[in-house]
């Protein structure tokens, strides 16, 4: 049933935690660089700064899995742009030494750390880059569709050696609206040209594959969970779709 339901599929977009990488390997990495990059340019104690990096990107969760991330009528490269300025300030804060003094240096120095990050973060899920060869390999169009800045996203897959293998990576900057509803999907669509019925999109959550039903595309849960949805086929990871087109 899942094969015939998969059938004359062209492009492929992918999300990236949760399907590519690894959100529970991810997180204690950021601390540890985030408190080796802090220390070496304003001392302090590495644990410090990544416990405070770590609350911060738990408040950060809470407020995108409410949906109060991405405020009403403000563009998300404004919001993003805001974030970096806060997460530099209340980091700071937290751990008692003074931020840099203007919005400008604070949110250069958010992005600063960011780009390390990224380029050193090791999260992938087994099997998920050898599994982006192989589909590539089979013929398939292969984008990203997630939540995070489309520069941020092109940098985790330089860093996986599979960045060329992507004719664009999807984040809210790009698609112009955040992803929290059928509106970032519709958009990443009609700017890739791609129909929605030869689109096949992976995410993580039920919600996300509910919004991309109602787009007309099909979806492929990634979850161990029994949870309802209206995926086309539910798989534990990436690696498994190859095998299953």
Known sequence: MAHQELRNIEAIFLDDGGVINDNSLR???WQRLFGEFMVSRFGGEAVAWGEANLQFVIEEGKLMHDGKF????V????VLRQRDDRFTSEIFASVGIEPPDSSEERVALAREFHNYGISRVRAEYPGAVAAVRELHAMGYALYMASGGKSVDLR???TASGVVELFTETYGPDIAGIPKGGRAFYDSILA??????????FLDD??????????VSARGVLVST????????ARLSSLAELPGLL
């Open 191 to 200: 700017h890739s040209g791609v129909d929605p019925a030869a689109a096949l």
């Open 70 to 73: 991405f405020p009403p009528g």
């Open 155 to 157: 940098m985790q897959l």
């Open 225 to 232: 969970s029994e949870e309802e949805s209206t995926a086309v």
């Open 205 to 214: 959550t039920p919600n996300s594959i509910r919004r991309i039903s109602a």
């Open 75 to 78: 563009e998300p490269d404004e």
């Open 27 to 29: 997180v204690p990495q």
